[in-house]
């Protein structure tokens, strides 16, 4: 892990980026929800988008837009995921991205766009026209955390983040903003991360390091097991540092490194304010036969609801643990398997383990807490990070549109 030092700003820590943050009038709150980042200097491009086969107007045109490998900015409204909403919702998504680059002088195409909020709903276009405008007339090299805020909805805070990292050719920074804290799960954990570097990288290998980080992050995560329609993580890098990485080089992996980090560190921001969390849970699954199938049986344990439950009653209820892993369709072998649950061990080589009740369930009431499974059938292991199921998801939920 290279010599980080964390750093403010968040996505326009970066050198020669701007961001804002406006209320438009899209919630009924008015609270801010717009947001624009901008890169001043052209800048390369990367996405990775929701595997829901419903997919949101703004997820559409973003792939098209990111085919040519470059952008210049991103523009989010939250309040309506522009999701479910016909040929006027496309056109709508097109109409963010136009009046975006109308209002910053670039090329629509240049114009990255996405949304979030309730499913169904046409998007107050007009609104949001006028929202673009000024947020396009307040952008500010200070106005990263403005852009986090503005991209929320049932969060409770911002996510945010801001790297500045050494590297033998000088210093590159990375910086990042998040949301989503339900409808989490991974193949793209309604998510939305935007990032922003000033390192100078091609487009095909920024793609590549994006897809890869996206496993080990935002792919990891999850609050209820269901994919959003909306899920989208993109990264501009417009080389403002004088730094140009490629694959192989010292400054590429301390790049790398970081760019796990930024987006790890944002990925469990975002399960530890899941909605109604009272703590964030780390799931490590060891002893697998490959890592598809210790992720495979973590993300069963992650997504039990019993589980799940369980943790938010600080009950070490163990065979709930053991119940997930042997349904997960990942192989493993009974007579060996290994469980410590926040560090205290209840099972070993199949067999259950006397231990102090009370110790352990201090140990869950903790707001990070962890379990550990072996599997015993090989040397893989995989970790996934969610959060306890509460009475309060089920009341953000049922009250969700009402």
Same mark, same amino acid.
């Given at each position: 892990?290279?010599?980080?030092?964390?750093?403010?700003?968040?996505?326009?820590?970066?050198?020669?980026?701007?961001?804002?943050?406006?209320?438009?009038?899209?919630?009924?709150?008015?609270?801010?929800?717009?947001?624009?980042?901008?890169? !001043?200097?052209?800048?390369?491009?990367?996405?990775?988008?929701?595997?829901?086969?419903?997919?949101?107007?703004?997820?559409? +045109?973003?792939?098209?837009?990111?085919?040519?490998?470059?952008?210049?900015?991103?523009?989010?409204?939250?309040?309506?995921?522009?999701?479910?909403?016909?040929?006027?919702?496309?056109?709508?998504?097109?109409?963010?991205?136009?009046?975006?680059?109308?209002?910053?002088?670039?090329?629509?195409?240049?114009?990255?766009?996405?949304?979030?909020?309730?499913?169904?709903?046409?998007?107050?276009?007009?609104?949001?026209?006028?929202?673009?405008?000024?947020?396009?007339?307040?952008?500010?090299?200070?106005?990263?955390?403005?852009?986090?805020?503005?991209?929320?909805?049932?969060?409770?805070?911002?996510?945010?983040?801001?790297?500045?990292?050494?590297?033998?050719?000088?210093?590159?920074?990375?910086?990042?903003?998040?949301?989503?804290?339900?409808?989490?799960?991974?193949?793209?954990?309604?998510?939305?991360?935007?990032?922003?570097? !000033?390192?100078?990288?091609?487009?095909?290998?920024?793609?590549?390091?994006?897809?890869? +980080?996206?496993?080990?992050?935002?792919?990891?995560?999850?609050?209820?097991?269901?994919?959003?329609?909306? !899920?989208?993580?993109?990264?501009?890098?417009?080389?403002?540092?004088?730094?140009?990485?490629?694959?192989?080089?010292?400054?590429?992996?301390?790049?790398?490194?970081?760019?796990?980090?930024?987006?790890?560190?944002?990925?469990?921001?975002?399960?530890?304010?899941?909605?109604?969390?009272?703590?964030?849970?780390?799931?490590?699954?060891?002893?697998?036969?490959?890592?598809?199938?210790?992720?495979?049986?973590?993300?069963?344990?992650?997504?039990?609801?019993?589980?799940?439950?369980?943790?938010?009653?600080?009950?070490?209820?163990?065979?709930?643990?053991?119940?997930?892993?042997?349904?997960?369709?990942?192989?493993?072998?009974?007579?060996?398997?290994?469980?410590?649950?926040?560090?205290?061990?209840?099972?070993?080589?199949?067999?259950?383990?006397?231990?102090?009740?009370?110790?352990?369930?201090?140990?869950?009431?903790?707001?990070?807490?962890?379990?550990?499974? !072996?599997?015993?059938?090989?040397?893989?292991?995989?970790? +996934?990070?969610?959060?306890?199921?509460?009475?309060?998801?089920?009341?953000?939920?049922?009250?969700?549109?009402?």
């Amino acid at each position: 892990m290279p010599n980080l030092r964390l750093i403010s700003g968040a996505v326009t820590a970066p050198q020669r980026f701007r961001a804002a943050g406006v209320t438009a009038g899209i919630k009924p709150s008015g609270s801010p929800d717009l947001a624009l980042v901008v890169s !001043d200097a052209p800048a390369t491009a990367a996405g990775v988008f929701t595997t829901n086969r419903v997919q949101a107007a703004p997820v559409v +045109v973003s792939r098209e837009h990111l085919a040519a490998g470059r952008a210049r900015a991103i523009v989010c409204n939250s309040g309506n995921a522009n999701c479910f909403t016909g040929s006027q919702g496309l056109a709508n998504a097109r109409r963010m991205a136009a009046v975006a680059a109308e209002a910053l002088g670039v090329a629509p195409q240049e114009v990255l766009v996405a949304s979030t909020g309730v499913i169904g709903v046409p998007l107050p276009i007009e609104r949001i026209d006028a929202g673009i405008v000024a947020a396009a007339a307040a952008l500010s090299p200070d106005g990263g955390p403005a852009a986090a805020r503005a991209i929320m909805t049932t969060d409770t805070r911002p996510k945010q983040i801001a790297v500045a990292i050494p590297t033998p050719e000088g210093e590159i920074r990375i910086g990042g903003i998040a949301k989503g804290v339900g409808m989490i799960a991974p193949a793209m954990a309604t998510m939305l991360a935007f990032l922003t570097t !000033d390192a100078g990288v091609a487009s095909e290998p920024l793609q590549a390091l994006l897809a890869e +980080v996206v496993e080990r992050s935002f792919n990891a995560i999850t609050v209820d097991g269901d994919t959003s329609t909306n !899920d989208t993580v993109f990264l501009l890098a417009n080389g403002a540092s004088g730094v140009t990485l490629g694959p192989g080089s010292a400054a590429w992996e301390a790049f790398a490194a970081g760019l796990v980090q930024v987006c790890q560190s944002l990925a469990r921001e975002l399960v530890r304010d899941g909605e109604g969390a009272t703590k964030l849970i780390e799931v490590r699954v060891t002893g697998a036969r490959t890592e598809a199938e210790a992720r495979q049986a973590a993300h069963a344990i992650a997504n039990s609801p019993l589980v799940k439950t369980a943790f938010f009653g600080n009950d070490p209820n163990w065979g709930r643990i053991v119940m997930a892993a042997g349904k997960s369709g990942a192989d493993l072998a009974p007579e060996r398997l290994r469980l410590a649950i926040a560090g205290v061990p209840v099972v070993r080589d199949g067999e259950p383990l006397p231990f102090d009740r009370d110790a352990v369930r201090a140990a869950m009431c903790r707001p990070e807490t962890d379990l550990e499974l !072996d599997l015993g059938v090989g040397q893989a292991s995989a970790t +996934v990070w969610t959060c306890d199921l509460t009475y309060d998801y089920v009341r953000i939920n049922a009250e969700y549109t009402t």
